[in-house]
């Protein structure tokens, strides 16, 4: 089973693949570590990863890129608003409200879900792992941000189980890169916890967590971060500057071309690593817009005081984070930086200001989120043995329950009986179960919320349970135990919901005492108690583990003791659910579908590609070798011939045939090889028809002086046979002769009349006949007789023996006969 991590970024994608010697990152068809994480429609298939970035210049409004800023996010959301401004494809609002992608795809304005096109993402990084382990990828772990939402990790799962994967978990990126910081370190305390700070600047957001580490643990403390602080932000300031200075001086509008746009944000991004190592920094573009050349200079002193507003936000997630875990800049170990917009050195000066000390660069700050998430998918995975290493994630939200209350407390005059509960506080560890116990009549729903969406920017309201229906035996609210499950991948969901009943019964007691398990029911369901929720017997597991509530109690009974005994029934209740803004199950398969017909597509294109090059290739390469090494094996005619017919298919490649199928690509080809393999053949023959006779003659010559040797090894096999094996040579020889005589007297471009398949089968034959003949075994030797040996003269001591035998004792008559018998039986083994 192959063991995979998958770090999608924004901008880029990291592949990384557990092996037995450790986790490596994989290389994608350009040797790269990194590849673009974009889509590319074109008019007959798409261009994924490293090929859809060599084509994104051309067909800027159809290559679709930061399709993370996209997923799982309504239309009306102002952050997203705002990251439509600088992307040059067109992106709709859906009938459902959420964005809709709209391409030019095989010659149709086609719309697609970011969900879609995440899937098309994560199928090029499935493609990337399996060619590289020569085998299929299907388990797999997804690093996804702090901050994304319940509705984004589902469409994250959404979206790579369209491209076939099934993630095992989706881990936090920070917590990814603390895994792969932590699980190498081999001087981590017993027992003094040691805190370490990761700062992780990526291209579009800043994600802060702080985890404390002891031997063969990692904990989570707090999280902080800032959605739209990124490298990007970066770029985008010295865009907007540059962009007013060209229209300044060169009268040129870049917002008016997107082509022009993607080449100054490009130009931009190498400007800003420039500034990285530099003190100044020049752009230059040729034929930026209407055929003008563009100059820029920029020094970093400058670039530090435009970019001032945004460094001025990133000291906020930093504090946010020390005051969630308690902790103050001393108790902070050390500080790692990864990401890609922490190169910049202004950045760095504010780590430094703000913790004290020096930020370290010991991870790799691309790859170390990938690397953490195959960590995790080998712990996860049983073909793995890893080290042991316990991770206590944090889930970054607080999470609300909320329902109505019942009919009884609204009879009552409370109108507003709308309730909640926390039931996942913010640090709550994942994954977790709690259980919470209602009472009603019938069926009732439940919310999830967010308890607080201050720094979300989504809606409150997650997803709606329906609970039943179910009826209560006795007609009164019945106690309906509620699990709500907070899971691996950070989304929260109402699990399962049981209908508990309590009756009183006369038990029949036997004779014997007897054990019985019954189920303790709370003291306040016979007082009919009319809370909604009873938050005590909501025991909550904060390990995962669950707790029902009901705790099983042996009692004894005595055959003259007949008491009333409460019996619990449960019975499972239908809970039906439904999510806001999720893909709902036929969506998903039509998706899947679609997915797999694009990919079809592109196979088959690809596979079109490889056979007008084969055509293209062997075009040319004919050509060549006619007038060089099969120049001899073809007539002046038949080589004229040819190449007109060569030089009319060069002509229709490049006009007629410039856009055919696949099928038509394949004919064309057969058709030029049915006229050029002959010549290829004849030249074929001749230079290996003399490896074949060599080996020929070798094998008559070998059998002919063994057959006539005088050779004692084969002076045991018959004149006859031998005289065979000597007939089966001459007879060869003979043929081979007159074989060699009548190629020798053809021109190299007739066809031979010696071929190599024959000399080899006649040399196989002449092995069958002979090898039987000249293997055969010598006869084994006649044995000799051998006279029996005479049994040696008795010492003194045996004779005195013999006489002790001669006397009347049983016992002693018995031991010489044993032995007597094991000496004659020696020689027969020994034979």
């Not at 901008?11 to 450790?22: M, Y």
């Not at 209602?438 to 809606?459: C, H, I, K, N, W």
Request: aromatic share 6%; glycine share 6%.
């Amino acid at each position: 089973m192959s063991v995979v991590g998958f770090d999608l970024g924004n901008e880029s994608c990291v592949v990384a693949v557990a092996r037995q010697r450790g986790i490596d990152v994989v290389l994608n068809d350009e040797s790269k570590r990194e590849t673009p994480a974009l889509v590319c429609f074109g008019e007959k298939q798409r261009f994924l990863g490293t090929a859809g970035a060599a084509t994104s210049m051309m067909n800027p409004k159809n290559t679709i890129s930061q399709i993370k800023r996209l997923i799982g996010r309504p239309f009306s959301d102002p952050e997203l608003q705002q990251d439509l401004k600088a992307l040059p494809f067109s992106v709709t609002e859906g009938p459902d409200g959420f964005p809709l992608i709209n391409a030019r795809y095989l010659g149709e304005t086609k719309s697609f879900t970011p969900t879609q096109v995440m899937g098309m993402v994560f199928s090029n990084m499935k493609t990337i792992a399996e060619k590289n382990l020569n085998a299929a990828v299907v388990d797999c772990c997804i690093g996804v941000p702090i901050y994304f939402t319940d509705l984004q990790r589902r469409a994250v799962m959404d979206a790579a189980t369209i491209a076939g994967l099934h993630p095992l978990r989706l881990m936090h990126e920070t917590t990814a890169t603390a895994l792969a910081y932590g699980i190498y370190k081999t001087d981590l305390p017993e027992n003094e916890q040691l805190n370490v700070a990761f700062i992780d600047i990526g291209h579009a957001s800043m994600q802060v967590c702080i985890a404390g580490f002891k031997k063969g643990q990692l904990k989570v403390l707090a999280h902080s971060f800032d959605r739209c602080l990124g490298g990007r932000d970066f770029d985008e300031v010295l865009f907007q500057h540059f962009a007013e200075k060209f229209k300044t001086d060169y009268k040129i509008d870049v917002f008016q071309n997107a082509r022009a746009c993607l080449r100054l944000r490009a130009a931009c991004e190498k400007l800003k690593k420039v500034l990285s190592a530099n003190p100044e920094a020049p752009m230059n573009i040729e034929c930026l817009m209407d055929d003008k050349d563009v100059r820029g200079f920029i020094k970093r002193d400058e670039f530090e005081q435009i970019s001032a507003p945004i460094f001025e936000r990133v000291k906020k997630p930093l504090e946010k984070a020390l005051s969630e875990a308690k902790l103050t800049v001393d108790n902070i170990y050390a500080v790692e930086v990864v990401g890609s917009g922490s190169r910049v050195p202004a950045v760095i000066k504010i780590l430094t200001e703000f913790f004290g000390k020096e930020p370290r660069r010991t991870m790799n700050a691309s790859e170390c989120v990938s690397k953490g998430c195959a960590l995790e998918c080998a712990i996860l995975s049983p073909t793995f043995k890893v080290k042991e290493f316990q991770v206590q994630e944090s889930f970054p939200f607080s999470i609300a329950l909320t329902w109505q209350g019942s009919s009884q407390e609204s009879q009552n005059g409370n109108v507003e009986n709308q309730q909640s509960t926390i039931v996942f506080p913010k640090g709550n560890p994942i994954p977790s179960v709690k259980a919470l116990t209602f009472y009603r009549a019938g069926t009732f729903t439940v919310d999830v919320q967010y308890a607080d969406v201050s720094e979300l920017q989504a809606p409150a309201k997650i997803s709606t349970y329906t609970i039943g229906p179910f009826q209560a035996t006795k007609g009164e609210r019945a106690k309906v135990k509620v699990k709500a499950r907070l899971n691996l991948h950070g989304i929260v969901s109402v699990e399962s919901a049981q209908l508990i009943e309590e009756d009183e019964v006369d038990v029949p007691v036997t004779k014997e005492a007897t054990k019985m398990d019954t189920d303790k029911a709370p003291a306040d369901v016979a007082s009919g108690n009319e809370t909604d929720v009873n938050m005590q017997d909501a025991n909550v597991a904060e390990n995962g583990a669950t707790e029902t509530g009901d705790v099983p109690v042996q009692m004894e009974t005595d055959t003259k003791v007949e008491a009333p005994k409460k019996k619990v029934k449960k019975s499972n209740i239908p809970v039906s659910e439904v999510v806001y803004g999720a893909m709902l199950p036929a969506d998903m398969q039509k998706a899947v579908e679609k997915e797999f017909e694009m990919a079809l597509q592109d196979r088959v294109m690809e596979e079109t590609k490889d056979k007008k090059n084969a055509v293209e290739s062997y075009v040319y390469e004919m050509r060549n070798k006619l007038y060089d090494k099969l120049q001899e094996f073809v007539t002046d005619s038949d080589r004229e011939a040819l190449i007109g017919k060569l030089q009319e298919t060069e002509d229709w490649l490049y006009e007629d045939g410039e856009d055919e199928t696949k099928g038509v690509y394949v004919a064309k080809l057969e058709e030029l090889k049915k006229i050029g393999d002959p010549i290829e053949q004849r030249y074929k023959e001749h230079t290996e028809r003399g490896s074949f006779v060599d080996h020929l003659v070798s094998v008559i010559t070998s059998y002919r002086q063994a057959a006539a040797s005088g050779d004692p090894k084969y002076e045991h096999i018959d004149l006859n046979d031998k005289q065979k094996v000597l007939n089966e040579c001459s007879e060869a020889e003979n043929w081979l002769r007159e074989k060699t005589q009548q190629q020798e007297s053809l021109p190299k471009h007739a066809d031979p009349v010696l071929l190599s398949s024959d000399i080899r089968r006649k040399a196989e034959a002449i092995d069958r006949a002979c090898r039987p003949i000249m293997s055969k075994p010598k006869p084994a030797p006649p044995k000799a007789a051998t006279p029996p040996e005479a049994p040696p003269s008795p010492a003194p001591e045996q004779q005195a023996g013999s006489e002790n035998a001669a006397s009347p004792n049983p016992k002693a008559a018995d031991s010489n006969d044993n032995s007597d018998a094991m000496e004659m039986e020696k020689p027969e083994a020994a034979a």
